[in-house]
């Protein structure tokens, strides 16, 4: 059943391609994508709704057929029109359906805006099909038809009418082919698993019954391949009689839960009673909905096939044959087999780096199938770095862009991020493209074990061999001096588990050596080998200078050793003096009474205790000059503004207010 060829094989040959599925990661678009993409390749899943990306995860969708869109921006639409030229668009994008969805200015926005910014982008040429929804007749629900009044009931259900009155203005006013459907109950394949009918069929497996709402309540029941074929015909029939009408997608038949509770009985050999009103009723649950879909038979050719029996028995077997207890529910439970992760890249002077590393990266978070955030931090860049990422955040919802006041170096870049990061882990990145991106399915699989840290471990690097060599030396000594064991070669490259990274964030330290402090705060760590590229554009902005203040702030942050190598040679040298007093006095008196009283011997002494005591001022400064910084508690990093998508935070009470916010 998962790999058979859908019984309308020819009529998804003859849609106009490419074809474009708009809320592919949802129940019905999923399914409707995964139909068509069994026969072409030229069918594309367009998902924001990150939150549903788990079914794109099971069906094993390739990377290159996943395009991010966020249809709130004419920008992110305009983009993936332009560049795959799609000529037939299923728009199954919604928000509000469930209770669960309830910010009112999301289902406006999504159900209405998003609407108009993809059909501002259709041409005559393009067929543009539209989910409405049976809510639509809202108070109006016993078998309306289409030219019937709509009464909405909820806030969905207004904006579902406003859009198909904007399909029916499109079509009238810029001869676009468009139509509504107004879906009815559809039911079947990848449905979410708390819903009704899916949670009937699982209990009726075990040959139980779930929790049940009033028997009086009633459903007009599709089965999703019904639904699937509904969309199909829609595509291939439209003509410019139909187009911006509104057609019912329904059987016709009133199934009230008695009805369905008694079928599910005798098709699965239930014995137990159901307990009626062991689930509350829903506010917008009534007696009498049940469509009319007489206009859409008699225009496109197309009726409900399956009886309810046998919907409900297919279901049943394509649950057994998924294995849906162990892949299903868990992936719509349990985050982390669906994952967010969020690469902060730390840019200075990276701007011909950055679109390259924004491919690399969603091409590596589309082949793990995971959800993604992307955060370039631009460390007050003096090229056109923040014209870079913003028209990056023009495009992709999933980007984040924040700009220093100032360069304040890559460990504040880093803290910057990861404040506002709102993945389940983060990935500390350089913005040179010197830490590869497709190393992270590595890191990824070690965070996945367990580990609450994986860091890079360069195995070597591509560089000049001294300043190799430099650099394994200095691994080599400061592992050896560090008070706590810091993995050698270790840098900041690194995927860090989110309890981690709030320890991280919340440490009270202004001056901040985080591949040090990643190992002293502990947690579960490995590391994961890799080959350190050149930089693949300019030149490195560290040299020599920044190299040993590099290597000061570490040994001083992370040692003592430099005290206490002092007190040693303290006590050395003064046991070498009191013993240098008695052979001067023996060797004068005694030994060699010739002994003549030189200047060189108090010129050197002079100069090799001077210049120790120097050296040890200049140690215990280093660390009086770190205990001055931290006292004075300047803030890490100050930033000027926050790109999130095409929205932009620049007043100071603004980028404050979403920090709050993001900030878990």
Not at 168 to 175: G, I, L, Q, T
Not at 244 to 267: C, E, F, H, P, Q
Not at 311 to 324: F, H, N, P, V
Not at 471 to 500: C, E, H, N, T, W
Request: hydrophobic content about 40%.
């Amino acid at each position: 059943m998962l790999d058979q060829l859908p019984v309308f094989r020819d009529k998804i040959e003859s849609l106009k391609g490419p074809v474009f599925v708009f809320g592919a990661s949802g129940f019905i678009g999923a399914n409707l994508f995964n139909e068509i993409f069994k026969i072409r390749k030229d069918c594309y899943a367009l998902t924001h709704d990150a939150t549903k990306a788990w079914r794109l995860k099971l069906l094993n969708v390739p990377f290159e057929n996943i395009v991010h869109c966020d249809i709130l921006s004419n920008n992110s639409v305009q983009e993936v029109f332009e560049k795959y030229k799609p000529q037939t668009i299923f728009n199954l994008a919604a928000y509000g359906a469930y209770s669960k969805q309830n910010n009112v200015n999301l289902t406006y926005e999504t159900n209405v805006i998003g609407t108009v910014n993809i059909l501002q982008n259709c041409t005559t040429e393009m067929v543009y099909i539209h989910a409405g929804s049976s809510s639509e007749y809202g108070f109006n629900c016993t078998s309306p038809k289409e030219t019937d009044r709509v009464e909405p009931n909820s806030h969905y259900a207004v904006s579902k009418v406003s859009a198909a009155y904007l399909l029916e203005y499109y079509a009238k006013v810029f001869n676009l082919k468009t139509l509504n459907l107004r879906l009815y109950s559809i039911y079947g394949y990848w449905e979410e698993p708390d819903r009704l009918i899916p949670k009937l069929i699982e209990n009726a497996r075990k040959k139980q019954l779930p929790s049940l709402v009033s028997p009086d309540i009633s459903r007009d029941f599709v089965f999703i391949e019904d639904c699937v074929e509904a969309f199909l015909d829609a595509a291939l029939k439209i003509s410019k009689e139909t187009s911006g009408k509104s057609y019912n997608i329904a059987t016709g038949r009133k199934t009230t839960m008695g009805n369905l509770v008694d079928t599910s009985r005798r098709t699965f050999n239930i014995t137990q009673e159901p307990q009626w009103g062991s689930m509350s009723n829903r506010k917008w649950d009534l007696a009498e909905w049940f469509g009319d879909p007489s206009a859409f038979e008699t225009d496109f050719g197309w009726k409900a096939r399956t009886p309810l029996e046998t919907g409900l028995s297919k279901y049943s077997e394509w649950q057994a044959q998924i294995k849906y207890e162990d892949r299903v529910i868990p992936a719509f439970e349990n985050p982390k087999l669906n994952p967010i992760i969020t690469a902060i890249i730390a840019c200075y002077k990276d701007a011909q780096a950055i679109p390259f590393m924004y491919e690399r990266l969603v091409k590596t978070f589309n082949d793990l199938k995971v959800r993604y955030e992307i955060i370039f931090v631009n460390d007050n860049s003096p090229d056109n770095q923040e014209e870079v990422i913003s028209a990056i955040c023009d495009k992709d919802p999933n980007v984040v862009g924040i700009s220093h006041s100032r360069n304040f170096g890559s460990q504040s870049a880093f803290l910057s991020g990861m404040e506002i990061a709102t993945g389940d882990c983060v990935v500390l990145m350089d913005g040179d493209l010197q830490d590869p991106p497709e190393i992270i399915p590595a890191f990824y699989e070690k965070w996945m074990e367990g580990f609450d840290v994986v860091y890079g471990v360069r195995v070597q690097r591509e560089m000049k061999p001294h300043i190799h060599f430099f650099y394994k030396s200095f691994y080599k000594v400061f592992q050896g001096l560090s008070y706590i064991p810091i993995p050698r070669d270790a840098g900041d490259f690194s995927m860090i588990d989110r309890k981690v990274v709030k320890e991280l964030v919340d440490l009270p330290e202004t001056e901040q050596f985080l591949r040090g402090l990643r190992a002293w705060v502990g947690f579960k760590q490995t590391g994961v080998p890799y080959v350190r590229p050149e930089r693949m554009f300019g030149v490195s902005t560290n040299n020599w200078t920044k190299n040993i203040w590099w290597a000061k702030k570490a040994i001083f942050s992370f040692s003592f050793a430099p005290l206490e190598l002092m007190s040693y040679a303290g006590f050395a040298l003064t046991g070498f003096s009191i013993l240098g007093i008695i052979w001067q006095i023996l060797a004068k008196f005694v030994f060699f009474r010739d002994t003549p009283q030189g200047i060189s011997t108090v010129i050197v002494l002079v100069v090799f205790f001077g210049g120790l005591t120097i050296l040890g001022i200049s140690f215990l400064g280093e660390y009086i000059a770190k205990i001055f910084e931290e006292t004075k508690k300047r803030p890490k990093y100050i930033r000027t503004r926050i790109r999130r998508g095409s929205k932009s935070y620049k007043t100071a009470d603004e980028i404050r207010t979403l920090v709050k916010q993001l900030r878990k």
